[in-house]
């Protein structure tokens, strides 16, 4: 069934108000095998939605418009359904006493345009909305079948669940859409395309999308059939055979997250973790953290931001300090195994590096960070050449850390 969403509204077009509408629509089409080929926001206009309507009933067998049915002077879904369909409007009287209940339930006064919510285009079938005072207008031109919604998510998604959908699966035609999320890190999106391009993993059945997140890339896999048990076997196939391709990369599916990962392998292989950090300010203890059942295996977190600290708690050298500076890999070396010392932890972890915005100099640049780990009693040391604004710049080096630790674990 073609499909086109249209969402409505200048607080969406100006970027003051995600377009969640539209996402959650297209997730609630998919189980009956439906995918939206087109998506439309347009501002608060009636003539160019009469148009947009115009143009969907005659290209689509399915439209669903959301939003633009309240009762002020900038909610123009009606007079544009009106004017698309040379029509008028016409009161619902049920829908009047359905609007003059709920004020009367809340006990405030209904204003005269209230009642105008009762109003529809005539030729319109009118579909009770029980969360809110504006109504579903349906129509069923023949060869496309459109709802129009009000925009408030909830009155949406209750119109769409109890009213919308039911309908569409009578119509929709016998197919099931199924997917599953690979999840790499350590690989960019076009390398990692090379790698399974060349693979001949994935089918022409298949599609497939690349999802770059911030320091990793995700593989969609979407399979389309008659059956859920055709589609899982389309998906189960290709997933055996693109798993030892990109395993080196591999850390988890669906919504795992990397300190997801990181916390099954330290657990599994009963290693403990202490962390010490400097420019990124306990943000990748914060994330070691995130991961439910972290206290198993993280023993201990230390923000030695200043010289002093890092002297005192951690046991760097000041003659390391003096020769080599803060940010060093002999600074961050000695980080990582003074943490490691005092926390009694199998693996530590260090971090020290100018952030930005200022700080830098010549010879050490904004950007510049040091990373180390260390595991048993042996430290290794990465540099960083990073070029962002100070939030990305201490995310990317958390989750270089991160990176890292998962592979280091991996190999343990």
Partial sequence: MKTIIITIGNEITSGHV???????????LEPLGITPERIVTLRDDVAALAKEIRS?????????ITGGLGPTHDDVTKPALVKAFNARLVRDRKTLGHVERLFKKIDMPMAP??????DYPEGFKVIPNKLGTAPCLFKDTGGCMLFAMPGVPHEMRGLMENEILPRLKKRAPRAVIAREVLRTTGIGESSLSEIVKSSGAVADDIELAYLPHFGQADLRLTAKGKTQREVKAKLGKTVRKLKPVIAPYLFGKGEETLEAAVGALLTEKKLT????????GGLFASKITSAPGSSAYFLEGAVTYSNEAK???????????????AVSAQTAREMAKGVCKKSGADIGVSSTGVAGPTGGTREKPVGLIYIALCFNGEVETRRLKLKMDRNRNQSRAAYEMMTWLWRKAREA
């Fill in 56 to 64: 969907a009933v005659k290209k689509f067998d399915v439209a669903l």
């Fill in 273 to 280: 973790l202490a962390v010490a950090e400097s420019c990124t």
């Fill in 311 to 325: 002297v005192r708690r951690l046991g760097v050298k000041k003659s390391t300090l003096v020769k080599y500076g």
């Fill in 18 to 28: 995600l377009n969640t509408n539209a996402a959650w629509i297209a997730k609630a």
């Fill in 113 to 118: 345009a209230s009642a105008g919510q009762a």
